[in-house]
Each structure stands twice: as C-alpha cells, then as structure tokens.
C-alpha cells in the first residue's frame, strides 16, 4: 500500500523514475519530492475536517486558488478519511475532483517513511483561521465573482432531493430556503470560546414566516441537539427530522432558493455549490459573508463602561473589530448585541427581491455600503469582500457612522 501510494505520488507529475527493488533511497525521494514540487503537484488537507464550514470551504477556495493561477492541469491529491469528516457524502464530492484521496493514516505513513514528500503538503491556516488578519478566503472569492461552481451536484442527487421534498408536501416549481441558527449543542466541549456567535431561535421565527409568505418553504437546517421549531404550515424542521442523513445535508444546502444563516460553517455548503447566502449576527464586527451573492450584518458592539453602542469607526478602529473568543470581549467589558427579529426580516426580504429578481438599490443605499465597506482595512478579517451589508441594517443604524 505504501508503495502504491508514492507511485501515484510519481504517476501525477508525469514523471518515471526506476527503483531497485521497490526501496527508494532518501536521497532519491527528495529529488522525486523536488521535482513534483516543482510541477505543482500538492497534498492538500483541511485544516479542521470535522468542522462541516472547513470541510467545504478550504478545498473549494484551494481549487478556485490554483484555477485562478491557471494551475487547473496540474493534479493534486487530497487527505481525507470518510470517518473523520464532517460529511462523508460531500467526501464523494471532492473524490471527483481531487486526482486521487488517501487517508489520514495511510499520509503520516508516507510522510512518516519518506519525510521528503510532507514538501508537498499544504493546509490553507491562512485562508480562514487568520487570527488578528484578513482572511485569504476573501480575496479568492473576489476573483472568483459570478464564475459557475466548481461542485455540481449529480442527476442522481437531484432526483433524490426532488423526491424528499415531494414526501415532504411540496410541489414540482416549490421553492424553499434553508434557515440555520447557531446553538450551543453543536460544539458543546468548546462553546465557552465561540458562545459569541450562537443566537436564540426566537429571533428568526419571524424571518421564516417572511419566507412563507413571499411563497416560499423553509427547511430548518441542523442536528437533534437544537431547539425544536413550533408547527408553522411549509416549514420542515430536518433537524428533528428521521430522514436526516449526510446526503440529504448536501442536497438541500445545494438545492435552496438561498441559506439564511450566521457565523456557523453549514452556510459554506451552499456557497460551494453557487447558492446565495443571507448571515445574521456575523461576528467579529469585520466579517462579512463569503461571495458576490452574498448579505449578512453583524452583532454589534455594546460597551459596559461606557453604557453605550459604539460608534462604526470605533468598533472598526478597536482590536476588537477582530476579537475571536468571548473571554476576549469579557475582557474589554464589550457585550454583543443579537440582531433583532426585526433586523433578520429586513436581511431576508432584500435577499428574497434579489433572488426573485425585484432588488433595486438607490443611491443612497450605495453611498451607504460604500462608507461601511471603507471601515475595512488591511488587517481586518473580511478586507475585501466582494459582499453586502443589509441595507435596512445600514439605513437603521446610521448614527453608528459618526463619532458619539
């Protein structure tokens, strides 16, 4: 099996190289892992697999990377093992589009034996985890733009969907939009760190009656750990649902008119498959949502000492604009605020006129986003999205742009 691996290590790059008796030499195997390097021939592994938003993201935004540099012909291998992903059917996804996929054992082995190829590793630290910096992920989808995807979902997980929500009572031209709100059982071990970014359910009740009646269906993304929606006619609660699978997960993240979400990585999914995606409650105040098709508004920022909102230019201009973990927020006595109810209609009505094709923005929502989007600096986390800020968020909140 070892050997069959660095063969296909070797066979990628084109390159034949003889050995005597199946041993190689370390000397060899660096001029191998030079050479393969030299082509452009990467391992890529995911940073945190088990995160279902690192899982789409990171190989979505390495393959868009090399595509954009014009390396779409040089393959690349990719480590992944179907038991610690955070969804093995969207591990069938990247299986089409990696030349080939080893696990994460079988690569330590190899890497392990032969430490000349761990040259050929890669993991994309800087692209979304960039602490107290911009996040590469910005800049690729920038470049990207209105380019088609590079997942496609396949006939026979079309039909599969179409299916479900036949059983489910909607009917053929039936829209839907998949809703997830962030709660605590996701990551319970860890949740004291990130509880910044949960939101109550509550808040977004109001946001799926909207989506109801512009005459669509919501279908509740998430697991078994989150709270239960109340009985609401075309709204299916797939978190408590007997049908939830792997692959129903990506079909319908696939599938939707768009994904009304927040920080939490599920919306990455649609976005990997060209779905728009509406965030409420995007914390840190510098992050934005991914993509040119995109909305969010963030959390805001409350200061305890000064029994005040602080200003767009304050929060910007404060290590604060960066803040990841809660303690960091504690710290600096600073309490974020949850968008209201009210706010996350305002975000759902503009993304429902933009995707039925009704959204017209004046002159002065413009002027708006362009004062907002000049808040970002290099250093901040969303510099350089190509995304907006809800416009009624902007338009409520006007006074935060000018100093208290």
């Known amino acids: ?224 750990s989150m709270t239960r929606l109340p009985e609401m006619e075309r709204v299916i609660d797939y978190a408590h649902s007997p049908h939830r699978s792997a692959r129903l997960d990506i079909i319908l993240c696939a599938t939707a008119k768009f994904f009304l979400g927040n920080t939490s990585g599920l919306f990455g999914v649609s976005t990997i498959f060209g779905v728009p995606v509406a965030s409420a409650n995007f914390a840190p105040i510098s992050a934005l949502q991914f993509t040119c098709r995109d909305l969010s508004m963030p959390k805001l920022l409350y200061s305890e000492r000064e029994n005040r909102l602080l200003t767009f230019p304050e929060a910007f201009a404060s290590p604060a604009a960066n803040f990841r973990f809660t303690e960091q927020y504690q710290e600096q006595q600073l309490r974020i605020l949850d968008n209201t109810a009210e706010d996350i209609v305002g975000l759902v009505r503009e993304m429902l006129d933009r995707v039925l094709g009704g959204c017209d923005y004046s002159a002065e929502d413009e002027a708006l986003q362009s004062a907002f989007r000049a808040l970002f600096q290099p250093g901040h986390y969303a510099y350089g999205s190509a995304a907006r800020t809800s416009r009624e968020f902007l338009r409520k909140h006007l006074a935060l742009f000018t100093a208290p």
């Open 1 to 224: 099996m070892l050997i069959a691996v660095i063969s296909m290590l070797l066979l990628l790059g084109g390159a034949v190289f003889v050995w005597h008796r199946w041993s190689l030499t370390q000397a060899l195997t660096a001029q191998i892992a030079e050479a393969l390097f030299k082509k452009g021939i990467r391992v890529f592994e995911t940073t945190l697999p088990e995160r279902i938003g690192h899982f789409a993201g990171e190989p979505d935004l390495w393959l868009k990377k090399r595509a954009l540099e014009g390396m779409t012909h040089v393959p690349c291998m990719l480590v992944a093992s179907p038991d610690k992903v955070a969804n093995s059917h969207l591990l069938t996804y990247w299986e089409d589009v990696f030349a080939c996929t080893i696990s994460e054992a079988l690569w330590k082995r190899v890497s392990k034996t032969f430490p000349a190829f761990k040259k050929l590793h890669f993991k994309c630290y800087d692209v979304m985890h960039a602490i107290d910096a911009t996040a590469g992920l910005y800049d690729i989808y920038a470049r990207w733009g209105e380019r088609p995807p590079v997942l496609q979902l396949r006939e026979e997980d079309k039909t599969h969907g179409r299916e479900m929500l036949r059983q489910w009572g909607m009917a053929e031209g039936d829209w839907f939009v998949c809703v997830h709100n962030r709660e605590r059982g996701y990551s319970p071990t860890d949740d004291h760190y990130h509880e910044y970014r949960n939101s109550p359910l509550e808040t977004i009740i109001p946001a799926i009656r909207a989506i109801v009646a512009a005459g669509g269906w919501v279908v509740r993304m998430g697991d078994p």
